[in-house]
């Protein structure tokens, strides 16, 4: 449950894994599964904020 705090992307598959904890079967385990190869993937990505000098920081927002 953190994961889907810190990563979105992945909170719809885990809902829906989440939805048979008290009766699990085989394929729920290989959908669980195949979310943390997922994620084991992806542990590299994001947004890397470093120490620097002179701080701008500059942001848009398109609110259509």
Do not use: C
């Amino acid at each position: 449950m953190f994961l889907t705090n810190t990563r979105p992307d992945i909170q719809y598959a885990v809902s829906l894994v989440l939805r048979y904890m008290v009766d699990p079967s085989e394929l729920h385990l290989q959908a669980a599964k195949r979310i943390l190869r997922y994620v084991k993937g992806i542990v590299d990505y994001g947004i890397h904020y470093f120490k620097i000098d002179v701080t701008k920081l500059v942001g848009f927002n398109d609110s259509d």
